[in-house]
């Protein structure tokens, strides 16, 4: 592909898109419906990631249960048909299933049509390689070059085929229920939560194929109602569930079921911190993870990150986002990775954040040795207290480089000082949303909701000003 002149690049599919439109933030391509996400915009999208893989075969498309799904899904096939592309789509699955499916069948890339944990008015598109793994950011940024005509397109091929194999999913599935290595989960008493997402397509006959009791939360696809009050951004649900039944555990996954939280019987929230904890030292106690190192966020518990070290493991921390720790652990090789908000990935398991796959390991885990999940966490680590405050900011800009507003880098450098090496503070811009993060954590609470308040009061008074 040639470099466009000064002058944009009109694609066979239609005018260059904004610079603002369709930019790849921390997972993909992600926003409203009708205003930022559009068929438009797909179609573009779809052509360009057609141009831009470098591997022969067919491309993959999965989505969630989203309303635009079909549209979108419809818009980014044709796209790729254009530049001379065989689309499989898979329907309604989980985003690994995407990855998965991938590296099985030999296919040139991928797609996944959802907004994840967002409302159901957003919509997005994740990207994938070749390998499975997210699309690295050179390759983002060549489409990105070609939706706003600073690429030159080839001819239009528009000899592409599309074939539907929701068949495929049966194999995802299948690769599941192997992970478990032959354990099974008869007589233990399970409640998931299928946040009426990808998690519905097969969350519930995977538990049951493997003997659990199971109780189902917001178990049928519905688009309309994803993610609200229900799945792992919204547990009070899975919480009544799980100490009105009595279950021994819960599982939460969000709306592209990439990422899971749990409960345990008590009602208290097993995190994707807990999680590596529990998963990490099992495999350290089988030899299996290379020098007991595990790969985490800046996000991760200070009190997580103390324990595991206490024990004789390494904790690497990387930015936000799957991509970063992903990154990490193939420069590390390292076994094992996630983050605080349930995405794990798993070196043995193909590297793809999968909420399905992490709640099986954490159930069969727990079961296999003869434990329940809050005897698990009575023994596990005493986590800091932290606490996150989003601070809407509009202005992408002043979001993106709020270092430079002086009153809030000042504010951020007392806080740290106020608590001397006991805990930390962590601000960040959202890669999905219009938010900016403010996250604190300490060995005392009040210390904790004394800077967060203060912070994001800062935040909000100097970032939005007129």
């Keep these: 592909m040639a470099e466009a002149a000064s002058h944009p690049v009109v694609s066979p599919l239609g005018a260059p898109l904004e610079e603002g439109l369709a930019r790849f933030g921390t997972d993909g391509i992600r926003g409203r419906v009708g205003t930022s996400v559009t068929p438009a915009m797909a179609l573009q999208v779809g052509y360009w990631t057609g141009v831009v893989l470098q591997a022969d075969g067919p491309v993959v498309i999965g989505t969630d249960s989203r309303r635009s799904g079909p549209m979108l899904v419809a818009a980014l096939s044709a796209g790729l048909m254009a530049a001379g592309r065989e689309v499989w789509q898979l329907g309604l699955c989980p985003t690994p299933a995407v990855p998965g499916t991938i590296r099985r069948q030999g296919a040139a890339g991928g797609l996944m049509v959802s907004a994840s944990h967002n409302p159901p008015h957003d919509n997005g598109i994740k990207v ?3 390998t499975g793994a997210k699309l690295v950011a050179a390759r983002q940024q060549a489409i990105e070059a070609g939706l706003q005509g600073r690429t030159v397109p080839p001819p239009l091929a528009g000899n592409g085929r599309l074939v539907l194999r ?19 989960l008869d007589g233990a008493r399970v409640v998931l939560d299928l946040c009426w997402g990808s998690a519905t397509a097969c969350g519930e006959e995977l538990f049951r194929s493997l003997g659990a009791d199971v109780l189902v939360l917001h178990g049928e696809p519905d688009g309309e109602r994803i993610n609200q009050g229900c799945g792992s951004t919204h547990l009070e649900p899975l919480k009544r569930a799980v100490l009105e039944s009595g279950a021994d555990m819960g599982f939460a996954f969000d709306g592209d079921a990439d990422r899971m939280l749990a409960v345990d019987g008590r009602g208290r929230v097993v995190d994707g911190d807990h999680t590596l904890y529990l998963w990490g030292s099992a495999m350290r106690r089988e030899g299996q993870l290379p020098d007991d190192r595990l790969v985490a966020t800046v996000m991760s518990n200070l009190g997580f990150e103390r324990a595991w070290q206490a024990s004789g493991g390494v904790l690497e921390r990387t930015d936000v986002g799957d991509q970063h720790v992903h990154a990490a652990m193939e420069a590390l090789g390292a076994g094992l990775g996630g983050e605080q908000s349930g995405h794990i990935l798993s070196a043995r398991h193909g590297m793809s954040g999968d909420g399905l796959l992490t709640a099986l390991q954490v159930a069969t885990l727990i079961h296999g040795a003869g434990l329940k999940l809050d005897e698990w966490m009575d023994g596990s680590f005493q986590p800091y207290p ?7 900011v509009p202005d992408r800009q002043r979001r993106q480089q709020w270092q430079q507003c002086e009153p809030l880098r000042l504010a951020v450098a007392e806080a740290e000082a106020a608590m001397a090496g006991h805990g930390r503070v962590l601000v960040r811009a959202s890669g999905t949303e219009p938010l900016l993060r403010v996250m604190v954590e300490a060995a005392e609470q009040s210390q904790v909701d004394l800077w967060t308040d203060r912070l994001a009061a800062e935040a909000e008074r100097h970032l939005n000003q007129a």
């Design 166 to 184: 929701p068949d495929l999913l049966a194999a995802y599935v299948d690769s599941l229920r192997a992970s478990t290595g032959g354990q099974r």
């Design 128 to 130: 994938f390689g070749a």
């Design 386 to 392: 932290q606490r996150l405050v989003n601070v809407i």
